[in-house]
């Protein structure tokens, strides 16, 4: 299911890089106001034939369960939403993460 909505998007756009400021207690748990230049690669976004924003990052950990990936990566995911939102002046609709090892995806938001 989750390969023919990619298959069906009227656009894909793979390993797309970024960067961006983030107020850095929004990442650690502090106080400063101080932003921090954040920057990355996205692994997939696509638009769906809703003409929505669909976001997904691969992840190869060996887990138990998708509750593992979610914890050790929601933050990340949250960090990548904002900068495709303001790259993009879009909101992103749904975001995932496919783990390879599980080899299923697990919506995050």
Known sequence: DFMSKV???KEIYK????YTY??????????SDEN????????LYYIDEN?????VD?????VQNETELIEKYKVQLEIYKKALEDALKTK?????????????????F
């Open 58 to 62: 691969y992840k190869t950990d060996y």
């Open 36 to 43: 921090t230049l954040v920057q990355g690669i996205i692994d």
């Open 15 to 18: 390993e797309q890089p970024f």
């Open 7 to 9: 298959r069906n998007a």
């Open 92 to 108: 992103i609709k749904e975001c995932y993460i496919y783990s390879i090892y599980l080899n299923k995806e697990i919506k995050i």
């Open 22 to 31: 983030i107020s850095t207690k929004e990442i650690y748990d502090t106080e």
């Open 51 to 55: 003409n929505d924003c669909i976001l």
